[in-house]
């Protein structure tokens, strides 16, 4: 067995990973990526994937594959539910496709679940037996790992603290609420909403015009966190907006799970340490006086799907899933 | 083991009960309940309870008690944390005072998880392995079953629907919180705004003012529904608004956590189908297109504590926890 290696594989909305480990090592033997094109297919994921995956391995003997996927999955059955940037997915046996393709037994989870693993086995989650883990990036998306096992929920949809409530009167999100987290603290939003700002007001938002040279088009969630760093009132004003949402959808979070730790991990937590003092601020507002929790930067940062694939395998091995 | 018996002991808010069942049973043999007076305290409660205790059991053998306590506990160390309505309970060891007195291993756990474990293993919980019940009464309490097993928390404070915030700029609560459910959805606090509004302006909620012949302290929970059901728009309004802000922390807590089943109790829940429609209603908004759960009303109703507290003997002494 130790002379094996475990295979990991990311499927994200806009880019590929593998990495292969020997059994029981901590750094991987190799990691090898690649960018979406523009319109991809599952088809082409699974193909660009699998030459990964190939280039990778070079004959060795992989024991076990884990997969992290970039939207809903059916766990127990290894099925891919669909994916909300990509066609094809729809109920898409991974698994068994995989299986079929690397000769070595597959396990498939969702991306957050799976980054949530990663970072309790790898990262900032070493130590607590209980925690959320929620990555706010182009979406606010969340993996519970509850008595040291990731918590799937009855149709493996559990963590989307994204899509909680918490300002009802709040703009309306995509999916058809008002007011989640996702709606108001994820980068994408958050960057529309300060183009809408200075589309209406011509004289607000100087620094966030001269960062982009006058192209709106090209403000994002980065571009936010440099202006609020340089002291453009829009910006700080966004940031501070969804650090408060997403600090209230923590609390309340904790108050109904009770975890020992959160993980905060995704493009937008580099956003200074302002952010997260407000994210902080709104999460002690939130919580019962009876209840803590430890409010931690992820440390795996783009690998925590990786490291949390490898981790899926390894409970695999052990027969601990 | 088959001819002993097994107590259960449940300190409420307002009244303590008592009841005691053989092992093995699915009815009393017998229950006594006591009201509190108007100024309990912690020793009060206890001399009270090991009176309707001793009366039940009368010398017979009682191989395990268990307790529901009416506020945050630390089950492990079965030490109430304290009473948010009773002096003298501050990190009181009540499992060891009870052994002592009783003879028999004792557990205790606070009201909402017992309840819940009670309608698991008893009531409209049944054959649902991940359930999240909530009482909506007074307050608004929640408690967890998880795979079959009560969950608590790392403090054991898992639960909290009633403290998680909804409308950000809604009205303050006594937590210091702004808009959480308790604040909307309670039959306290709705009758207080029900007569706030009716002290302002003496032209509305006439049906709700016949029905308390005009003395508006009068008015609770229970007129408030009986109020709505002939048509008070004052009344209608605010269970609409406690229903909605209801149903909006359960459909947070449903993305969140992802259970199967949803259980209501308390007096609040007998407000009527519009209640109940409404509830349903804002529930289903919230939820994710890929998140279910199913919306039932409880079916021990005030039982639910003492059959919960059999439950948890019966796990301590199946060696189940």
């Not at 909305?13 to 190799?30: F, N």
């Not at 109920?91 to 799976?114: E, I, K, M, S, Y």
């Not at 001269?210 to 966190?225: M, N, Q």
């Not at 799970?257 to 905060?264: A, H, K, Q, S, T």
């Amino acid at each position: 067995m130790t002379a094996d290696f475990i295979l990991a594989l990311d499927f994200g909305g806009t880019k590929h990973a593998a990495a292969l480990l020997r059994h029981g090592d901590q750094s991987w033997c190799d990691v090898r990526r690649r960018l979406s094109p523009a319109t991809p297919d599952a088809t082409y994921d699974i193909e660009t994937m699998l030459a990964l995956a190939r280039a990778l391995v070079k004959g060795r003997r992989v024991a076990a594959v884990g997969v992290s996927f970039g939207g809903p999955v059916d766990f127990e059955r290894g099925v891919v539910r669909l994916s909300h940037h990509v066609p094809g997915w729809e109920q898409f046996p991974l698994a068994a496709r995989l299986t079929q393709a690397l000769g070595a037994p597959v396990v498939v989870d969702n991306d957050a679940n799976v980054a949530a693993l990663g970072e309790h086995v790898y990262g900032a989650g070493q130590g607590a037996r209980h925690l959320l883990f929620i990555t706010v990036s182009t979406g606010v998306g969340g993996g519970w790992i509850l008595n040291g096992e990731p918590w799937r929920g009855a149709e493996g949809m559990a963590g989307e603290i994204g899509h909680t409530v918490v300002v009802p009167e709040g703009p309306l999100c995509l999916c058809g609420k008002r007011g989640c987290v996702e709606r108001l603290a994820s980068g994408p939003y958050m960057a529309r909403d300060a183009r809408d700002i200075l589309e209406r007001d011509p004289a607000r938002g100087g620094i966030l015009r001269a960062l982009v040279a006058g192209d709106l088009t090209r403000i994002d969630g980065s571009v936010l966190s440099q202006a609020a760093a340089r002291g453009d009132p829009v910006a700080s004003g966004m940031l501070r907006r969804g650090a408060q949402a997403l600090g209230t959808g923590i609390g309340n979070a904790a108050n109904l799970v009770n975890p020992e730790r959160v993980i905060l991990g995704g493009g937008v937590t580099h956003a200074g340490v302002r952010w997260w003092e407000d994210v902080r601020a709104a999460t002690v507002a939130t919580l019962l006086p009876e209840v803590h929790v430890e409010l931690l930067p992820a440390a795996l940062g783009d690998e925590a799907p990786l490291w949390g694939a490898i981790a899926l395998a390894q409970h695999h091995l052990d027969g601990a899933l």
